[in-house]
């Protein structure tokens, strides 16, 4: 007797080597792709997240002006390779991976823009825009609080 002659068929041997390597290097493009929108996402990076810090961060100089009872000024300056500084008073904010310019009253990119609020908490200013073309972000001041919230103009980008 001779011993058992197993014909594999193609579907019974597994994956070539040539589909084994185009699997990877699609999968690792792919990678490529995504990893850095989630490492922006996760650092905080992203125009949104970076919105919600600076209103977090304006909404703490509106409480200090109510607090003391006198008006807060805050000086927003942009600077494509410094980022975005914030100043009121002695206090100093810095996010240095800010990529939209403020907006000024003209409607133009603008290097600094002003924001005071008064000892009652309201605001002498509507809102701070940011941003160029499809994304512009924007920080409204209610007329009566002054209290600050974030809105997307246009371009949700994360």
């Not at 058992?4 to 990877?24: A, K, P, Q």
């Not at 805050?74 to 904010?93: K, T």
């Not at 009652?120 to 600050?148: A, L």
Request: charged share 30%; aromatic share 6%; hydrophobic share 40%.
């Amino acid at each position: 007797m001779h011993g058992d002659i197993r014909s594999c068929t193609r579907s019974e041997r597994g994956f070539s080597l040539l589909e084994m390597v185009v699997v990877l290097a699609i999968v690792g493009g792919v990678m490529g792709l995504v990893a850095p929108r989630v490492a922006s996402a996760i650092s905080g990076d992203s125009p949104r997240e970076q919105t919600r810090s600076l209103r977090q961060w304006m909404a703490e100089r509106r409480i200090e002006a109510i607090e003391s009872r006198e008006r807060s000024q805050i000086v927003l300056s942009f600077d494509v390779r410094d980022g975005l500084v914030a100043h009121s008073g002695d206090v100093e904010r810095v996010w240095p991976r800010w990529k939209l310019p403020p907006v000024g009253d003209d409607g133009k990119p603008a290097k600094s823009v002003e924001v005071s609020f008064s000892g009652d908490g309201r605001s002498d200013r509507v809102s701070v825009t940011f941003g160029e073309r499809d994304t512009v972000w924007q920080i409204d001041f209610d007329p009566v609080t002054g209290w600050p919230t974030m809105a997307a103009a246009r371009g949700d980008e994360r």
